[in-house]
Nanobody, 116 residues
Framework: QVHLVESGGGLVQPGGSLRLSCVASGFTLDSYAIGWFRQAPGKEREGVSCIMGTDGKTYYGDSVQGRFTTSRDNAKNTVYLHMTDLQPEDTAVYYC?????????WGQGTQVTVSS
């Protein structure tokens, strides 16, 4: 059974950094992609990044390019989202999805709040 669990969210000041984790079960990350999405209040869900399974190639949304990096640890079957230079507009619930860049399974989400 596929299961995804995010963690690592919290409150951070503008310019700060956070690392989110997504632990996957029921499939292996070296075979399938994992995507990160976010949804802010009153806004549509936005694609943040995706890391491919076979070659680890990464893709990023325009709004996070150059600030966010996604990586994975196959031994832990975990994908990370490293977020730097966080700004108030990055405030959202962050979700991981898999297998595949857009699911079909989703985690429960983790809240990231950027505020001074």
């Amino acid at each position: 059974q596929v299961h995804l669990v995010e963690s690592g969210g919290g409150l951070v000041q503008p310019g700060g950094s956070l690392r989110l984790s997504c632990v996957a079960s029921g499939f292996t990350l070296d075979s399938y992609a994992i995507g990160w999405f976010r949804q802010a209040p009153g806004k549509e869900r936005e694609g943040v990044s995706c890391i491919m399974g076979t070659d680890g190639k990464t893709y990023y949304g325009d709004s996070v390019q150059g600030r966010f990096t996604t990586s994975r640890d196959n031994a832990k079957n975990t994908v990370y989202l490293h977020m730097t230079d966080l700004q108030p507009e990055d405030t959202a619930v962050y979700y991981c999805a898999g297998p595949g860049c857009a699911g079909p399974e989703w985690g429960q989400g983790t809240q990231v709040t950027v505020s001074s």
